[in-house]
Nanobody, 119 residues
């Protein structure tokens, strides 16, 4: 059984930084991509950043230039370094991964971690 375990959320002042982490645990044979999404109250879930197996990254427009996604392949962990945070970044952040445990590639989701940007 595969689990995505997230950590690193919390309360931060505008202009501050946070780093989120998401570790994929269990029987994992291959990971195609790992991604961060977020969902603010009353809004749809949106893609924040993604990284594929060869390290190609993609960012949502609202976070371009402020957030960095990187991945440590050896421990199946993806990180999201969030800088210059704004109140609009307040949301629950979810990690997901397209990975193969035994036979087929499937999407797995983490439980979510709250990020609140407020003075």
């Amino acid at each position: 059984q595969v689990q995505l375990v997230e950590s690193g959320g919390g309360l931060v002042q505008p202009g501050g930084s946070l780093r989120l982490s998401c570790a994929a645990r269990g029987v994992i044979e291959s990971i195609a991509s790992m991604n961060w999404y977020r969902q603010a109250p009353g809004k749809q879930r949106e893609l924040v950043a993604s990284i594929d197996t060869i390290g190609t990254t993609n960012y949502g427009d609202p976070v371009q230039g402020r957030f960095i996604i990187f991945r440590v392949t050896a421990n199946n962990t993806v990180y999201l370094q969030m800088n210059a945070l704004k109140p609009d970044d307040t949301a629950v952040y979810y990690c997901n991964a397209n990975l193969r445990s035994t036979k087929y590639f499937q999407l797995y989701w983490g439980q979510g971690t709250q990020v609140t940007v407020s003075s």
